[in-house]
């Protein structure tokens, strides 16, 4: 479900003031994903490591759409990711740990009803779509709360269930679970591959630095670093991999 064919990704930071006397436009250039490849089943949940700034994010946002890779290509349910457009829109969904983008004075179905507008959605089907969703994140009852109200795992709920609005076939996480207390995280956790993930038959690619949370969730584990890809382990092998004592 996702081919990742080489991918590199270089940027050009733009110049500060000292660059700017010095007449140069732009910082030198940083490399964040120097040719990773790899791929994921169809059903699989596949959790990426790594330590801050080792490109994790720069993938997900590539095999999203959001960005365009230097080189290499990136394919997802069989679509080139670069050429698919609006297309490939209906195959993904891309989840971020760190929500920002709803309205905080509308409720949770008032959000998801203005973002199911955006997918296209008919009124009665959007009605209908919403309501099961909010009751598969188990946010039925607090649907008609507003955003502002909602604790930090209610808005991640949210996310999530606004992520499934287009019933996408893959699902691109980055840290799901992101500054959610113990019990909250290992609730959401479940929530998305019981619920979400398995029972949906989905695929997952899933950004994570949480031993935790990757032992929870994953299927198979890869490791960043540097912006190459280094290696790869089960679940259970990621504390031995990361040369880190297990909690």
């Known amino acids: 479900m996702i081919h990742a064919h080489a991918i590199a990704k270089t940027f050009r930071p733009p110049g500060g003031i000292r660059e700017l006397l010095r007449g140069r436009l732009f910082h030198p250039p940083v490399t964040a994903l120097g040719g990773v490849s790899f791929a994921v089943k169809r059903g699989e949940i596949v959790c990426v490591m790594g330590p801050n700034g080792a490109g994790k994010t720069t993938l997900l946002r590539i095999l999203a759409g959001l960005l365009i890779p230097t080189e290499g290509r990136a394919e997802v349910a069989g679509r080139d990711v670069e050429a698919a457009g609006p297309a490939l829109r209906k195959e993904i969904a891309y989840v971020v740990g760190d929500e920002r983008s709803f309205y905080s004075p509308l409720s949770g179905h008032e959000n998801l009803t203005y973002f199911a507008a955006l997918h296209g959605l008919p009124a009665a089907a959007a009605r209908q779509r919403i309501d099961g969703l909010l009751s598969c994140v188990g946010l039925a009852e607090a649907s008609d709360r507003r955003f502002s109200q909602y604790s930090r795992g209610m808005k991640q709920r949210l996310a999530i269930a606004r992520g499934l609005l287009g019933e996408p076939s893959v699902l691109l996480l980055d840290e799901p679970t992101l500054g959610l207390d113990p019990r909250g995280a290992h609730d959401l956790r479940r ?39 280094r290696g790869e382990t089960g679940p259970d092998g990621v504390e031995d991999f990361l040369g880190v004592p297990r909690v």
């Open 191 to 229: 929530l998305l591959r019981d619920d979400v993930i398995k029972a949906g038959g989905r695929t997952a690619l899933v950004g994570s630095n949480d031993p935790t949370e990757v032992r929870a969730l994953a299927d198979r584990v890869l490791y960043l670093e540097d912006g190459k890809l």
